[in-house]
T-cell receptor, first 111, second 116 residues
């Protein structure tokens, strides 16, 4: 089932912080985060695995609450380059390699 | 490395026509994926493959077929195109090793398909 992202859209001033949430109704093995700029392909940000292991860019932080099947992406001291649409993708514990993406959160950072 | 390449970049089809979207990766990745993205929406998984000769259905496989005869190539076939298949199609690949198979996906630039 498709994960639910919130908020749907965020507008920030440069330097402000934002949190993007992703929740699922099924047991999760991992949560993946990607950013997509208009007209471009999605780009990898971070992976969080059940058990605490994670891999991602140094300037991006995220959390994964396994019990609640929720993940949050933390964008601090936002820059203009952070603008884009953020997608979470979830992989269930059913041993499938399917990655199911949410509908996205649009982030606009203004000067 | 070129990464993931897709051809064509743009295509207009008439209803009922067929076509193949090509996808090639040069990173020796085992896993490959096809997604479609409708305007303003998220990515929907069409088909995926965990290695040559192995494919499986994703969320929205109807109207599409795939094959994986080599590690590098993962073509997507549209049979009897319909207006509902108007979308941007992304191919992606990932390495199966490490992080229990949960490695980052590298996306191609996409193919914009319009069915009229």
């Amino acid at each position: 089932q498709q994960p639910v992202q919130s908020p749907q859209a965020v507008i920030l001033r440069e330097g402000e912080d934002a949190v993007i949430n992703c929740s699922s109704s099924k047991a999760l093995y991992s949560v993946h985060w990607y950013r997509q700029k208009h007209g471009e392909a999605p780009v990898f940000l971070m992976i969080l695995l059940k058990g605490g292991e994670q891999k991602g860019h140094e300037k991006i932080s995220a959390s994964f609450n396994e019990k609640k099947q929720q993940s949050s992406l933390y964008l601090t001291a936002s820059q203009l380059s952070y603008s884009g649409t953020y997608f979470c993708g979830t992989r269930g514990t059913d041993s499938s390699y399917k990655l199911i993406f949410g509908s996205g959160t649009r982030l606009l950072v203004r000067p | 490395n070129a990464g993931v390449t897709q051809t064509p970049k743009f295509r207009i089809l008439k209803i009922g026509q067929s076509m193949t979207l090509q996808c090639t990766q040069d990173m020796n990745h085992n896993y490959m994926y096809w997604y479609r993205q409708d305007p303003g929406m998220g990515l929907k998984l069409i088909y995926y493959s965990v290695g040559a000769g192995i494919t499986d259905k994703g969320e929205v496989p109807n109207g599409y077929n795939v094959s994986r005869s080599t590690t590098e190539d993962f073509p997507l076939r549209l049979e009897l195109a319909a207006p509902s298949q108007t979308s941007v199609y992304f191919c992606a690949s990932s390495d199966g090793a490490g992080l229990a198979g949960n490695n980052e996906q590298f996306f191609g630039p996409g193919t914009r398909l319009t069915v009229l």
